[in-house]
């Protein structure tokens, strides 16, 4: 008998007949990753939860539509992006669009629990919160989560060039902003 | 600005191909500004990483109910709506059967206006042909039938006559015999004398 570790595409396949088990070890398994990202996005710990629970509860719906169970994250953290600025629409008056610039500046998630220096952590998430949207979404996505070009391209629908643009730019802000922070908190 | 053969920044998050890396490698290692970028970046990527990931206030999960869960076949169907390759397959079936069927089963095109017209004269014309040719055919047929049967009469009528002819000779001859014996017999009577002993 030859044993080997349970992966994603095994529970995928169990979950597809129906084995809400199954679905349910692989969202212990993705469930802090998603959380973190829409926290990171929506500033908010309540309606990141809310979010979250959304986003597991429609891709188990819509399990099927997943051609590729190996490409299971890409497809996952696409769901989660798009209920995120879905909320956001919804959360606007009727009738005026989401600007750009809605998650930065003053809309910095202020209660975000600090794990380092506070005032490093206060300072990185004052550097984020300065980011255009789409920017600091990107920085989340490559840096937080790991994710590579292709998939951030297949998770926020667009070219892999605007994802780098996107990056790149933000890591030059970034960088400007954080040296200060760096030298007096962290060695 | 950085005169890297590549991105230091795709370098940093590992997007380069091993050969592309050990080239950047050797650049940074020869290049003190190369080599102060990628610090700088590292810097700022490792005080961006400071900021740690939550737990989750609450743990998401959900519970199988029954009620809830589609039955046997909405879960085929779904699934096959779900499918666009088994989608795909069924479109191309129906067309097949569709075309298969309207092979088969199809009617004539429909003529126009002044062809039937143009049919029915042609039909005519063949129905008249077909009249005059199986007329001259019987008229043949009779022809040759009558002509055969007189023959026939002829040759019955000639065997007749010679039979008769025969017939009529032997009657002749067996007269003529009867007449002869008959002359013999009238002969003997006349010249025949009783016996003496008798008188």
Redesign the interface.
């Known amino acids: 008998m030859i044993f080997r570790a349970v992966e994603d595409p095994d529970l995928i396949r169990k979950a597809r007949r129906g084995d809400v088990e199954a679905y349910n070890l692989l969202i212990s398994r993705w469930e802090k990753r998603v959380y973190n990202y829409l926290l990171r996005i929506v500033g908010d710990r309540e309606d990141a939860l809310d979010l979250s629970q959304d986003v597991f509860l429609k891709a188990y719906q819509n399990l099927r539509k997943l051609d590729d169970p190996a490409r299971f994250a890409p497809w996952l953290f696409r769901i989660a992006h798009n209920e995120a600025f879905s909320s956001f629409r919804k959360r606007r008056p009727e009738g005026e669009t989401v600007p750009q610039s809605d998650f930065a500046g003053d809309d910095i998630p202020a209660n975000v629990s600090p794990a380092f220096p506070i005032e490093l952590s206060i300072a990185v998430t004052t550097a984020l919160g300065k980011l255009h949207a789409d920017q600091r979404e990107a920085v989340i996505l490559k840096i937080y989560q790991g994710f590579k070009f292709e998939e951030m391209a297949e998770i926020l629908s667009c070219p892999v060039s605007t994802v780098k643009s996107r990056l790149y730019t933000a890591l030059d802000v970034l960088k400007t902003q954080l040296a200060p922070a760096k030298s007096r908190g962290v060695t | 600005m950085s005169c890297s053969p590549f991105d230091l ?1 795709d370098y940093l ?1 590992d ?1 380069l191909a091993e050969e592309k890396r050990r080239q950047v490698d050797q650049h940074v290692r020869s290049c003190g500004g190369c080599h102060e970028e990628l610090e ?2 590292r ?22 109910d029954k009620v809830f ?1 589609p039955s046997g076949l909405r ?1 085929v169907w ?2 096959f709506w ?2 666009s390759a088994k989608l795909g397959f069924a479109s191309a079936a129906m067309v097949s059967v569709a075309l298969l069927l309207f092979t088969f089963f199809r009617q004539a095109p429909a003529m126009s206006s002044g062809v039937p017209v143009y049919t029915s004269r042609i039909e005519a014309q063949v129905a008249a042909r077909v009249s005059a040719a199986v007329e001259k055919a019987v008229t043949e047929s009779e022809t040759r039938q009558s002509g055969k049967t007189a023959a026939l009469l002829a040759a019955a009528e000639q065997r007749f006559e010679r039979q008769r002819e025969t017939d009529m000779l032997n009657v002749r001859q067996s007269f003529e015999v009867l007449q002869k014996h008959y002359n013999v017999r009238e002969n003997l009577i006349a010249r025949y004398e009783p016996p003496r002993e008798m008188k």
């Open positions: 920044r998050f997007e700088r970046l810097i700022t990527h490792s005080t961006l990483l400071t900021l740690r990931e939550e737990e989750v206030p609450q743990r998401i999960g959900f519970v199988s869960e879960r779904q699934t779900n499918s």
